[in-house]
């Protein structure tokens, strides 16, 4: 049974990523979603010291202790970590889902509103707390209102340092770009990634790049079928 890390993103926890183990692992896989450090139980006093280099470190670690390459595949922030872990780590297969990129995060227009506010505590590397109006605007806004609704209080906090090694682009790859196989899936809604910002990434990668009509959310509960369904056509065309 190949194993099969995932990577949740940025206020997310493993729980995010529920529907998509449960669809791999009835495809034969062993899923593996560590909660990234201060995540899940909402730690502060772990958010207000953790950088993306402990991060990666914990996944690190949790790659060592798989017993395999894994196929990788990250979400958000955690597709970057994707990256970054990929770079450095023997990984079989890489599946970057509305990924940031490990360069400069430029903010879409629609979005300053929303992520002004945040600056001050983004700088000082402080925890952040969005609303819930931000998440449902830039994060939810395409699916079901019941959905987003549901999804609202299983969001956290985030590390300030963090997020801001990520949007300045000071995540870089710590050695060269994965050259294994690849994808990468975007949604053309998305308020966060950048439609131009996805294909920049695939082209990084010389990655399958497949394009949804949907928002940043691509791991929703609504979406599996879709867009997990679909890595799991890929996987099994690439590896066999």
Request: positive net charge; contains cysteine.
């Amino acid at each position: 049974m190949p194993a099969a890390l995932f990577i949740h993103g940025a206020f997310s926890n493993p729980a995010h990523v529920a529907n998509w183990q449960e669809r791999f692992t009835a495809a034969g896989y062993r899923c593996h979603a560590p909660a990234l450090p201060g995540h899940g139980t909402g730690d502060q006093s772990v958010l207000a010291a953790a950088t993306l280099s402990d991060y990666l470190a914990a996944l690190r670690k949790a790659v060592d202790g798989l017993g395999e390459p894994p196929i990788v595949i990250g979400h958000s922030m955690g597709g970057l970590l994707a990256q970054q872990l990929a770079a450095s780590a023997p990984c079989r297969a890489l599946v970057l889902v509305a990924s940031a990129p490990p360069w400069m995060l430029t903010a879409q227009l629609r979005a300053l509103p929303h992520l002004l506010p945040m600056m001050p505590a983004i700088l000082a590397g402080r925890p952040l707390n969005p609303p819930p109006e931000t998440l449902r605007q830039l994060v939810l806004h395409d699916l079901p209102t019941a959905e987003q609704t549901r999804l609202l209080p299983t969001f956290g906090a985030e590390s300030g340092r963090a997020y801001r090694a990520m949007i300045l682009g000071l995540a870089r790859l710590p050695g060269r770009p994965f050259d294994g196989p690849t994808l990468c899936l975007s949604g053309n809604q998305d308020r966060i990634i950048s439609r131009g910002m996805s294909a920049a990434i695939a082209r990084r990668h010389r990655a399958e790049h497949v394009a949804f009509d949907r928002g940043h959310w691509l791991i929703a509960p609504s979406a599996a079928d879709e867009v997990a369904g679909r890595t799991l056509q890929w996987l099994e065309k690439v590896l066999g």
